[in-house]
Nanobody
């Protein structure tokens, strides 16, 4: 069974950093992508970043490009989102999600295309 567990959220001051983790299991030997999304109160779910094991490419939303970095540790089956220079507008619940297929895939931008989601982790940026 596919499972995703996020961790690493918390309270940080503007300009600070956090590293989120997404521990993934249940889809070894498949092709997959891991995407990070966030949702703030009253706003739609927003794509933040994504990484694919099909081509190894990474993708970033315009609002986080240059500040956030996605990476993975294959041995630990974990994907990380390093968030630097955090701003109050980054405050949201952050989710990781995955799309698993038997053929190569690239990161979809539409969250509705993802099959499995974690429970989310709260990130609050405030002084």
């Amino acid at each position: 069974q596919v499972q995703l567990v996020e961790s690493g959220g918390g309270l940080v001051q503007p300009g600070g950093s956090l590293r989120l983790s997404c521990a993934a299991s249940g889809f070894s030997l498949d092709y997959y992508v891991i995407g990070w999304f966030r949702q703030a109160p009253g706003k739609e779910r927003e794509g933040v970043s994504c990484i694919s094991n099909s081509d190894g490419r990474t993708y970033y939303g315009d609002s986080v490009k240059g500040r956030f970095t996605i990476s993975r540790d294959n041995a630990k089956n974990t994907v990380y989102l390093q968030m630097n220079n955090l701003k109050p507008e980054d405050t949201a619940v952050y989710y990781c999600a995955t799309l698993v297929r038997t053929t190569t895939i690239v990161c979809p931008k539409d969250p509705s295309e993802y099959d499995y989601w974690g429970q989310g982790t709260q990130v609050t940026v405030s002084s």
